[in-house]
């Protein structure tokens, strides 16, 4: 399974982005996907999953992120609104827990 995250960039607070994870490989493997961030300094953090049956979103992700999976297009996305400056890290896609994208920079300024 291959992952590439893209979407990131720089936006105000308050503002939105929706972050795309294209996916190749054997998709049929996978059960779960989801995107975790890293923030300077910090360790990687979970934000959201979902599976054929369900989304879970972390404490700070909930009511302002959305994570949904475009099974025609092979592609994960997140979308985040309501930004927050304590939302910039550089977020990552993962499938079955095991795969990872690159990672892709969110940089909100306050």
């Known amino acids: 399974v291959q992952l590439q995250a893209f979407g990131g960039g720089l936006v105000q607070a308050g503002g939105s982005l929706r972050l795309s994870c294209a996916t190749s490989?054997?998709?049929?493997?996978?059960?779960?996907m989801g995107w975790y961030r890293q923030a300077p300094g910090k360790q990687r953090e979970w934000v959201a999953s979902a599976s054929s049956r369900a989304t879970h979103y972390a404490d700070s992700a909930k009511g302002r992120f959305t994570i949904s999976r475009d099974s025609a297009n092979n592609t994960l996305y997140l979308q985040m609104n309501s930004l927050k400056p304590e939302d910039t890290a550089v977020y990552y896609c993962n499938a079955n827990l095991d795969y990872w994208g690159q990672g892709t920079l969110v940089t909100v300024s306050s």
């Open positions: 490989g054997a998709l049929g493997s996978i059960w779960i």
